[in-house]
């Protein structure tokens, strides 16, 4: 992992050089580089290593931050235009602050010509990389489709079968209750991420999980009153455990059989089987969200600045496609870091059709590919982060202080144009 500091050190000390000769060499000899998040990484630097076979004459190198960090560092590097990278990895959930700004390249253009590539992925994923003129801004190279995980000896000792989690949202909380009293274990680690699928799996297509298709906040629609009438449910009957995903408090309780289901995408079979909870091993199943509930749960785009170096921009656009179309890589990466593809072509590989013996032996593999095609778009909006944010803020307050749903979701709507009508 390189250090994320030495990008900005290394254009410094080519300032320092001093005169035109002396930039223009530190020019010639700066790496393609490429930004990145863990996990990410891992997969970019082993596209690099036969990307450096075959362009021996061009040095490479991956910057990795922490994903936070790495996220704030490019909404810095775009405005500012300052220490560039030249391919740059966004997670979906940020891809709408950069998409509809103007920092990222548009890959639409004839020097790119991306148009002719959007039908080798899954639609949902190649569309929601558009920006406001319709134009492709970056390409994607994996996806998490969404999976209702839950404990097979949980549910048979509490008398339940898969159909009583699936059939609907309320027969969802409703098992919940069955299986508290059954068994003492809780439905959901939190209740925000019961929230979070409501909202999202009620999205009508071609808008946004929070502003409609002219930008508008739709925070008072149905969807969301169900989302916080049914998380006020959960939490009154204490059925979530609260406790947050990726906390050991969390690991702690899917290892001892304390959570019975886990809403997540199906990379989460590999983490739980790799190192959060391995001894529950052939104790889990997956099957479709409830209500036929099509989302995915993060998932990771390439694309170039806008203002990167000129002169690398058509290498950046090689490696982008090297890094997103290549069905031996793509099919390399879901092995090896549980990157879902998003390319359809690595989406036919015997794969596919084997047992995960972490899920008893289940094809949950056809399932993730079944759902992946299945996936609506949802239009990302700039504001999609802070409207998150405000959303959590009311629902807390629901929880937590009694307030009014409909005076929750009044406010929150409330803030939501303010802050757009800004």
Same mark, same amino acid.
């Given at each position: ?39 990410? #990484?891992?997969?970019?630097?082993? =596209? ?19 994903? #936070? ?10 405005? %500012? ?49 558009r920006n406001r003129e319709g134009a492709i801004?970056?390409?994607? %190279? ?30 969802? =909380? ?16 939190? =209740?925000?991420?019961?929230? @979070?699928i409501i909202v999202r799996g009620g999205t ?7 502003? @409609? ?11 969301? =009153? ?5 998380? *006020? ?24 059989? /304390? ?20 001894? %529950? ?72 059709? *084997? ?18 095609? /299945? ?20 629902? #807390? ?15 929150? *709507? ?9």
């Amino acid at each position: 992992m390189s250090d994320s500091h030495s990008f900005p050190r290394r254009h410094l000390l080519a300032a320092a050089l001093g005169g035109a000769a002396g930039l223009s060499h530190a020019k010639e000899q700066s790496p393609l580089t490429v930004a990145a998040f863990p996990l990410v #990484d891992v997969i970019a630097k082993d =596209v690099l290593k036969g990307w450096n076979q075959r362009h021996p004459e061009i040095r490479t190198e991956v910057i990795s931050r922490q994903y #936070d960090d790495h996220h704030t560092a490019m909404t810095t590097a775009l405005s %500012t235009s300052g220490h560039l990278p030249d391919v740059i990895a966004l997670e979906t959930s940020y891809l709408g602050r950069f998409s509809l700004g103007t920092g990222l390249e548009d890959l639409s253009a004839p020097a790119f010509g991306a148009e002719r590539f959007k039908d080798r992925f899954v639609s949902f994923a190649i569309e929601t990389a558009r920006n406001r003129e319709g134009a492709i801004v970056a390409l994607p %190279t994996d996806i998490g489709p969404g999976s209702l995980f839950y404990r097979a000896d949980l549910l048979a000792q509490a008398g339940l079968k898969e159909a009583d989690l699936t059939q609907s949202w309320e027969a969802y =909380v409703d098992a919940g209750m069955q299986l508290k009293a059954k068994t003492g274990a809780y439905l959901i680690g939190d =209740v925000r991420l019961l929230k @979070d699928i409501i909202v999202r799996g009620g999205t009508p297509p071609g808008e946004g999980q929070f502003f @409609d298709n002219q930008g508008r906040a739709q925070i008072t629609s149905p969807r969301f =009153v169900r989302a916080f009438e049914l998380a *006020q449910k959960v939490r009154r009957q204490k059925l979530d455990a609260r406790v947050e995903v990726w906390f050991n408090d969390w690991a702690e309780m899917l290892k001892r059989g /304390r959570l019975a289901t886990e809403l997540s995408g199906g990379w989460m079979a590999g983490q739980m089987a790799n190192w959060v909870a391995p001894q %529950t091993a052939g104790k889990w199943r997956i099957a479709q969200l409830p209500e036929n509930t099509y989302c995915s749960y993060g998932g990771t785009y390439y694309a170039i600045p806008r203002r990167s170096a000129p002169e690398r921009k058509q290498l950046a656009w090689q490696l982008i496609q090297e890094l997103t179309l290549d069905r031996q890589r793509q099919l390399e990466a879901f092995k090896s870091q549980d990157a879902f593809p998003a390319l359809l072509d690595a989406q036919q590989d015997a794969f596919f059709d *084997q047992p995960v013996p972490f899920l008893g032996g289940q094809h949950a593999r056809l399932l993730w590919r079944d759902a992946a095609r /299945r996936i609506p778009v949802v239009k990302m909006h700039k504001q999609h982060k802070f409207a998150d944010e405000v959303i959590n803020a009311e629902l #807390d307050n629901v929880l937590e202080y009694g307030k009014p749903i409909h005076q929750a979701l009044e406010d929150a *709507q409330a803030l939501l144009v303010h802050r757009a009508n800004r």
